[in-house]
């Protein structure tokens, strides 16, 4: 394998990385903006579509209460993709 595909093949990843970094910092603001709960980002799991969030059953319901407007919220930035909390 030549370097330049490593090199291409590296780009790719970081561009990924950097990607699944930036949607967490926007759906971080975007909770902290709703509902003023503050959330840290290693908290924050998304796949397929849904946004799973670790930590504390009382911060969980209380995001719950909030989840409609955080969707719509969500919805309205094309990146993210979010259409679920679960």
Do not use: P, W
């Not at 971080?28 to 849904?50: A, Y």
Request: net charge neutral; proline share 0%; glycine share 6%.
């Amino acid at each position: 394998m030549e370097i330049s595909h490593i090199k291409d093949l590296l780009l790719k990843y970081r561009e990924l990385v950097f990607r699944d970094t930036e949607k967490r910092r926007m759906v971080c603001e975007v909770i902290l903006n709703v509902s003023g709960i503050r959330v840290v980002e290693s908290e924050l799991n998304i796949q397929n579509g849904k946004l799973h969030i670790k930590g504390d059953s009382v911060t969980k319901n209380e995001l719950f209460l909030y989840k409609e407007r955080i969707l719509d919220e969500l919805g309205k930035i094309d990146k993210i993709g979010i259409t679920e909390i679960a």
